[in-house]
C-alpha cells in the first residue's frame, strides 16, 4: 500500500506561480513512477506531468509542457509540481498517483494509488 498526501493548492492570479507537494508512505518511494492528473468540474480526470522511478526530466502533456516541472526527493519521499504561467484553464482539482510497474503509462486507471487532490483556481 502507498499512501500519498497532496498539498500547496490554493487560489491564484493568472500568470503567477504554484508549487505542488506531494508526500508518499509505504512502499520504497524510490521504487514508484509518480504522476500528476487534474480534474475540473464536468471534464474527465486528465493526465497532467509523470516521472519514472529512475528520475528524468519526466513527462508532460502538451498544455503544460514548458510551463509545468515534475520533480521528486527520494531523500524526502515527496514528488513536486511547479507550475508557471499559470492560466485559468488550468485551474482544477490536482491529483498525485503512484505506480509500479515495468513500462510507463499516463493513463490513470494503471495508477493504483491517489490522493485526495489540492484544489488549485486560477483568477483571471
Known amino acids: 500500500q502507498v499512501q500519498l498526501v497532496e498539498s500547496g493548492g490554493r487560489l491564484v492570479q493568472a500568470g503567477g506561480s504554484l508549487r505542488l507537494a506531494c508526500a508518499a508512505s509505504?512502499?520504497?518511494?524510490?521504487?514508484?513512477?509518480l504522476g500528476w492528473f487534474r480534474q475540473a468540474p464536468g471534464k474527465e480526470r486528465e493526465f497532467v506531468a509523470g516521472?519514472?522511478?529512475?528520475?528524468?526530466?519526466?513527462y508532460y502533456t502538451d498544455s503544460v509542457r514548458g510551463r509545468f516541472t515534475i520533480s521528486r526527493d527520494n531523500t524526502k519521499n515527496t514528488v513536486y509540481l511547479q507550475m508557471n504561467s499559470l492560466k485559468t484553464e488550468d485551474t482544477a482539482l490536482y491529483y498525485c498517483?503512484?505506480?509500479?510497474?515495468?513500462?510507463?503509462?499516463?493513463?490513470?486507471?494503471?495508477?493504483?494509488?491517489w490522493g485526495q487532490g489540492t484544489q488549485v483556481t486560477v483568477a483571471s
Open positions: 516521472i519514472r522511478w529512475s528520475g528524468g526530466s519526466g
Open positions: 498517483a503512484a505506480r509500479q510497474g515495468l513500462w510507463w503509462t499516463t493513463q490513470h486507471d494503471a495508477y493504483p494509488y
Open positions: 509505504g512502499r520504497t518511494f524510490s521504487n514508484l513512477d
